[in-house]
């Protein structure tokens, strides 16, 4: 089990953070249509998965733009965003922020924890339980982690240009 930090004070969280070269565990979000997506539904692709606790704090909606502006645009990369947010939420913030690409897709974890719960990223306790950690992984054509950042600071952002030359490499 792994800890963050959310404006220095410890954030436990539950789960255990799958390692490069891992079997990327499965998940299952709902979409904007509230659709069903799993592990299972991106395969054959390269994927970059990015958790975030909620959209409508600052440091999410300006990491969901960045991806948006870096990896969305990259051909052979699916971006998924997936958060604690309600699928309608998630489509207002992304037609109010212009986001609309088939290579940045969003999902809620609003009625499955099986994302943050599998991938060890879920907060167990505190202000912010039951939503997500910030982190990202990239996960191969074969649903295998290739890279795994479990952002420290939930306050903080990733480091964007490494996750995207580590997708890069598997396209």
């Known amino acids: ?10 954030v436990p969280l539950e789960g255990n953070l799958p390692k490069p070269g891992d079997k990327a565990p499965d998940f299952r979000v709902a979409k904007q249509d509230l659709g069903d997506l799993t592990l299972k539904d991106l395969s054959g692709k390269v994927k970059i998965l990015v958790a975030v606790p909620s959209l409508d ?3 999410c909606a ?3 733009k960045k991806f948006n502006e870096k ?16 699928p309608f939420a998630m489509k207002r913030f ?6 609309d690409s088939e290579n940045l897709i ?17 907060i167990a306790a505190g ?4 939503l997500s950690a910030r982190a990202v992984f990239v996960v191969d054509k074969d649903d295998i982690v290739r890279y ?10 990733p480091n964007y240009d490494t996750v995207l030359a580590e997708a890069k490499k598997l396209v």
């Open 148 to 157: 795994t950042e479990l952002v420290p600071e939930i306050g903080s952002e």
């Open 127 to 130: 202000p912010l339980a039951g």
């Open 71 to 86: 990896a969305a645009k990259e051909n052979g990369i699916t971006t998924l965003i997936i958060s604690g947010d309600l």
């Open 94 to 99: 992304c037609a109010t922020e212009g986001i």
């Open 62 to 64: 300006l990491e969901t």
């Open 106 to 122: 969003t999902g809620s974890q609003f009625k499955d924890f099986s994302f943050s719960k599998n991938y060890g990223t879920h």
């Open 57 to 59: 704090t600052a440091v």
């Open 1 to 10: 089990m792994a800890q963050v930090t959310l404006k220095g004070n410890p």
